[in-house]
């Protein structure tokens, strides 16, 4: 298992979804798993949801211009940081995005997040 194929399938995976149905991202995260999105604290599966679902707008393209991980600790989890450009419908100009993740294998052989910092980059 190459950390940055799989690394790279998340990503994909996670923008897809979260472009197009956020609600589908609540399988990826477990009870004890916490956002912080511009610095507000949310944990377990439901509450994240429900926080990304509640966003002030329907419509968003996220474009990915990197992204980084490194394996992390003895479980076997790896650290994923994304940076690129989030697109609003409506909107003429992207705005410039981080997000963190801290992904933890599964007893299934896939991975759940446990970790996720999400912040705008104010230029």
Do not use: W
């Amino acid at each position: 298992m190459d950390p940055d194929q799989v690394a790279k399938a998340f990503v994909e995976h996670y923008y897809t979804t979260f472009d197009a149905n956020r609600t589908g991202l609540a399988n990826l995260y477990q009870e004890g798993s916490m956002l912080t999105f511009e610095g507000q604290k949310i944990q377990g599966s439901q509450s994240i949801v429900a926080k990304l679902t509640s966003l002030p707008f329907a419509q968003c393209q996220h474009s990915i211009t990197t992204v980084d991980c490194q394996p992390s600790g003895p479980a076997g989890g790896m650290l994923v940081f994304v940076s690129g450009n989030l697109q609003l419908a409506g909107e003429q100009h992207a705005l410039k995005f981080s997000q963190m993740f801290h992904l933890m294998p599964t007893s299934s052989g896939s991975f759940y997040v446990l970790n996720d910092i999400f912040r705008l980059n104010y230029a």
